[in-house]
């Protein structure tokens, strides 16, 4: 059974950097793209950025480019969004999600639960 | 970015009736459409994709059809814990982009 947990969540200030991952089981980690979504609490689905099977970035929403780096390690069964100068705007819940395809057909067939991000002064 | 309309935002019906939601997306996106269901407090689930295939598991009473820039999902007999918010999903241009989801409640 696939399983992915997030963590990572915090309140943190704006400005200020932050570091998700996310632990993967019950499928073979690196035959798989991955992404991460996030979702405003009470509001839509917004995908985040994605990353190949063999750690290659995909893609970034313009709204993160140059804030966010997504990475993976196979070894760890692991995916990571390194968030940095963070912004009232990035409150959120991040999803981890499993893409269908190893490089990326950007779309998800599952969801980790999520981990809560709060920016905030 | 691709735009993606869904109709209606919100729906209240027995348990037992039929339910379709639209979504229209702004350009052509082919068949390369998903739904997913999102029950609240949880994450999203995957239930159709390429417009009309059912994903494994999901109960046969989920329904997609549709292609270009107009779709639809269909509940045929509406069940309790079918209560969620539903959203569309396009993946044939980049970024990826979803509906703004449609809560469906029951009566």
């Known amino acids: 059974e696939v399983h992915l947990v997030e963590s990572g969540g915090a309140l943190v200030q704006p400005g200020r950097s932050l570091r998700l991952s996310c632990a993967a089981s019950?499928?073979?980690?690196?035959?798989?793209?991955m992404h991460w979504v996030r979702q405003v609490p009470g509001q839509g689905l917004e995908w985040v950025s994605g990353i190949s099977w063999n750690a290659v970035p995909l893609r970034y929403a313009d709204s993160v480019k140059g804030r966010f780096t997504i990475s993976r390690d196979n070894a760890k069964n692991s995916l990571y969004l390194q968030m940095n100068r963070l912004g009232p705007e990035d409150t959120a819940i991040y999803y981890c999600?499993?893409?269908?395809?190893?490089?990326?057909?950007?779309?998800?067939?599952?969801f980790g639960q999520g981990t809560l991000v709060t920016v905030s002064s | 970015d691709i735009h993606l309309t869904q109709s209606p935002t919100s729906l209240s019906a027995s348990v037992g009736d039929r339910v379709t939601i639209t979504c229209q997306a702004s350009?052509?996106?082919?068949?390369?459409l998903n739904w997913y269901q999102q029950k609240p407090g949880k994450a999203p689930k995957l239930l159709i994709f390429?417009?009309?295939n059912l994903q494994a598991g999901v109960p046969s009473r989920f329904s997609g059809s549709g292609s270009g820039t107009h779709f639809s999902f269909t509940i045929s007999s509406l069940q309790p814990a079918d209560t969620a918010t539903y959203y569309c999903q396009q993946y044939d241009n980049l970024p990826p982009t979803f509906g703004g989801g449609t809560k469906v409640e029951i009566k």
């Open positions: 390429d417009s009309s």
């Open positions: 999600a499993k893409d269908v395809n190893i490089n990326g057909d950007y779309y998800f067939d599952y």
């Open positions: 019950g499928f073979t980690f690196d035959d798989y793209a």
């Open positions: 350009q052509d996106v082919a068949i390369n």
